[in-house]
Antibody
Framework: EVQLLESGGGLVQPGGSLRLSCEAS????????MNWVRQAPGKGLEWVAA????????YYADSVWGRFTISRDNSKNTLFLQMNSLRAEDTALYYC????????????WGQGILVTVSS | IQMTQSPSSLSASLGDSVTITCRAS??????LNWYQQKPGKAPKLLIY???TLQTGVPSRFSGSGSGTEFTLTISSLQPEDYGTYYC?????????FGPGTKVDIK
């Protein structure tokens, strides 16, 4: 069974930093692209970032480019999102999402981890 | 590539056929996914590559379209089909989602 378990969320002040982790199990982590998708309270889904299976390719939404960094450790089946210079508008539930490369589909989602940016 | 959806919300009766439309600002070929999200839950993949049903999804869900215009149809609305439905293009990054269509059961 595929499991994606996010951690590292919480309350942070504007301008602060936070590092999210996503521990994956139940599938071959090193052969799948991975993504972060967020959802602000009461709002729709916003794709944040993606990383290729090897980690060589990374992609970002304009809204987080230069502030967030996606990375992975395939030896530990773990995905990361380093978030710097956080803003109030980054407040959201952050989902770790597994991607199937050939069909380009997001087939498994974590339960989400809440990040709140507030003073 | 920007995504739009219509309607933004709808209310339908059990057994009704429901159609949601998704449009892309430029072609996404057939790289279009549909998700269902219920309150307090993570999204669930329903359809990928515009018309392929994800394993385990009931056959009353179907998708069609290519290029810039797509539809999701629920052929006979069931009580468990409430929620918000999102389209998403996966043709190229950024993988934008549509704004969502909220489906209520009358």
């Amino acid at each position: 069974e595929v499991q994606l378990l996010e951690s590292g969320g919480g309350l942070v002040q504007p301008g602060g930093s936070l590092r999210l982790s996503c521990e994956a199990s139940g599938f071959s982590f090193s052969t799948h692209h991975m993504n972060w998708v967020r959802q602000a309270p009461g709002k729709g889904l916003e794709w944040v970032a993606a990383i290729s299976d090897t980690g060589a390719g990374t992609y970002y939404a304009d809204s987080v480019w230069g502030r967030f960094t996606i990375s992975r450790d395939n030896s530990k089946n773990t995905l990361f999102l380093q978030m710097n210079s956080l803003r109030a508008e980054d407040t959201a539930l952050y989902y770790c999402v597994k991607e199937v490369i050939v069909q380009q589909k997001f087939d498994h989602w974590g339960q989400g981890i809440l990040v709140t940016v507030s003073s | 590539i920007q995504m739009t959806q219509s309607p933004s919300s709808l209310s339908a009766s059990l057994g009704d056929s429901v159609t949601i439309t998704c449009r892309a600002s430029e072609t996404v070929d057939s790289y279009l996914n549909w998700y269902q999200q219920k309150p307090g839950k993570a999204p669930k993949l329903l359809i990928y590559l515009a018309s392929t049903l994800q394993t385990g999804v009931p056959s009353r869900f179907s998708g069609s379209g290519s290029g810039t215009e797509f539809t999701l149809t629920i052929s006979s609305l069931q009580p468990e089909d409430y929620g918000t439905y999102y389209c998403q293009q996966s043709f190229t990054t950024p993988f934008f989602f549509g704004p969502g269509t909220k489906v209520d059961i009358k």
